[in-house]
């Protein structure tokens, strides 16, 4: 079908689905699709709650989307099932990571550095946030209330475990945070779009990379 004039269509593959495609299955779902819809661009994911697609079926991925005149980006969500022993005592909604355990924070940076080498773009998908009350988490707290502690760790999560390895694995990339639609929470999980968007920018210019590379767009549910 013909595609839309005022507006373009995407779709989001959860690491799950792409992990389980194979070319005859991806040719057909999206012949489907391209037929009743009409497909502009599609972001794939590359990890989600401990299923990783591996980097050979990735590229397949990617080359059947470029060859049909697709745009890709990648895609994360940072939930993970527990890491160590110790992980099954956090409380983690939505299995969410504690920012504050370092084999924790260590993983989200292979994360990062995986999608960045595979992609120019990255959007992060709704659980970009952290709802530990872990004995870690109350530690670092210290006075500070769960909303402030939560703010601050997530803007130092944006700034050093994302864009930063990021930016090493590929200068060119660009991040997306998508901020799920409970707006009237955002503090009380870490949430803080004006305060990451300028540290995040921030960031680059910091590393002195040009200023094309340091787009940085937010986007929201509809």
């Excluded at 009743?36 to 990783?52: A, F, M």
């Excluded at 109350?138 to 500070?144: A, Q, V």
């Excluded at 694995?169 to 999980?189: D, G, L, M, Q």
Aim: aromatic content about 12%.
């Amino acid at each position: 079908m013909k595609h839309f004039k005022n507006f373009k269509t995407c779709v989001y593959c959860t690491a799950q689905t792409l992990a389980s495609l194979d070319e005859t299955t991806l040719a057909r779902d999206y012949a489907y699709l391209e037929k009743y819809v009409g497909i502009d661009k599609v972001y794939l994911e590359t990890y989600r709650d401990g299923t990783w697609v591996a980097i050979d079926h990735m590229k397949m991925i990617q080359n059947f989307f470029k060859e049909h005149g697709v745009e890709i980006a990648g895609g994360i969500t940072a939930v993970t099932p527990p890491l160590e022993k110790d992980d099954a005592k956090r409380q983690r909604l939505f299995q969410t990571f504690c920012y504050s355990n370092e084999t924790m924070r260590t993983y989200l940076k292979k994360i990062v550095t995986y999608t960045a080498e595979l992609f120019d773009e990255i959007i992060l998908d709704d659980f970009f946030f952290t709802s530990c009350t872990c004995d870690d988490c109350l530690r670092e707290r210290s006075n500070l209330s769960w909303a402030e502690f939560r703010s601050k760790k997530m803007i130092d999560v944006a700034e050093n475990l994302v864009l930063k390895p990021a930016k090493l694995a590929n200068p060119s990339v660009k991040v997306t945070i998508k901020y799920p639609n409970w707006r009237e929470s955002y503090h009380e999980t870490g949430y803080v779009p004006k305060i990451q968007r300028l540290c995040l920018t921030k960031s680059i210019l910091e590393q002195k990379l040009e200023t094309l590379h340091t787009q940085i767009s937010i986007c929201h549910d509809i």
